[in-house]
DNA sequence: AATATCTTCAACCGCTACCCC
DNA sequence: TGGGGTAGCGGTTGAAGATAT
């Protein structure tokens, strides 16, 4: 049986108050993010290292952007969706200032209403990828977009570009430039969905999937 | 004005991926 | 190479505020 991530009787649960959160921000921001289950003691907080640390992405963290979402983001996040599927951490990352958290409960809130009432919600999961697949795997995905964490995909990434350029396989205008920069604006909402149905027949290039 | 119902979103939980020894 | 520990992810919950009756 595992050990649970903190003593449970000796840690507060529920909503930060001010004095926790500015504790939190004084640590890291002397101390850097670093190790979550040290960081509690550490910063003089009675949290477990994961509340510390969804604390801090979610709501303390000085780059993010609150507010609501933008028109292009909201097209953005649609487009992405349809091709990831679930993958919060994901889309967030190509939205910046945005919280895996934070589109997740957009997505749930207000997209996904949207998308029904217009009647452009797939009732069975996955369904825009047709065949009742995503269109990009769960193996496919972070190759394609979440190269940040292990720098060794990066060549595989750019093989991956270059296989869809070079079969001109159909891919959604995205930026896969291998820099932090804001993605350029993309054609209409519907497109995306519109292409994968016209075009079933589409195939990504073979990553040594679901091995 | 009071109560019920709905909506939103911060926070939690459990699982998996990843790293290090 | 396998096992243990930690970080990160996605689903779910529940409190608080908004809206309807």
Same mark, same amino acid.
């Given at each position: =049986?595992?050990?649970?991530? @903190?003593?449970?009787?000796? *840690? ?16 890291? $921001?002397? /101390?850097?993010? !670093? @190790?979550? +289950?040290?960081? %509690? *003691?550490?910063?003089?907080? +009675?949290?477990?290292?994961?509340? @510390? &640390? ?11 952007? +609150? !507010? ?18 679930? &993958? ?5 990352? +190509?939205? %910046? ?12 809130? /207000?997209?996904?209403?949207? #998308? ?10 996955? $369904? ?15 190759? #394609? ?19 869809? $350029? ?15 920069? *804001? ?8 497109? #995306?969905?519109?292409? =994968? ?15």
């Amino acid at each position: =049986m595992r050990k649970p991530c @903190c003593e449970k009787e000796e *840690t507060n649960k529920g909503a930060w108050s001010q004095e926790e959160d500015q504790k939190l921000i004084d640590y890291i $921001q002397s /101390h850097g993010e !670093g @190790c979550w +289950r040290s960081l %509690p *003691t550490a910063a003089g907080l +009675r949290r477990c290292g994961k509340s @510390c &640390r969804l604390r801090w992405i979610n709501y303390l963290r000085p780059d993010l952007k +609150r !507010g609501n979402f933008g028109e292009d983001e909201e097209d953005l996040i649609i487009r992405l969706h349809a091709l990831l599927g679930n &993958r919060w951490s994901l889309i967030a990352g +190509r939205l %910046p200032g945005r919280t895996d958290n934070e589109v997740k409960n957009y997505w749930n809130s /207000h997209i996904r209403k949207k #998308l029904m009432k217009m009647g452009k919600y797939p009732t069975k999961p996955h $369904q825009l990828g047709g065949a009742g697949k995503p269109f990009l795997t769960k193996k496919q995905a972070p190759k #394609l977009l979440n190269f940040h964490r292990h720098d060794k995909d990066i060549d595989q990434v750019l093989d991956f570009k270059n296989d869809f $350029q070079s079969n001109k396989t159909f891919l959604p205008d995205l930026n896969l430039d291998l820099t932090l920069s *804001t993605p350029p604006p993309l054609p209409a909402s519907t497109d #995306l969905v519109e292409e =994968m149905q016209k075009n079933p027949q589409l195939k990504l290039p073979d990553l040594g999937e679901e091995g």
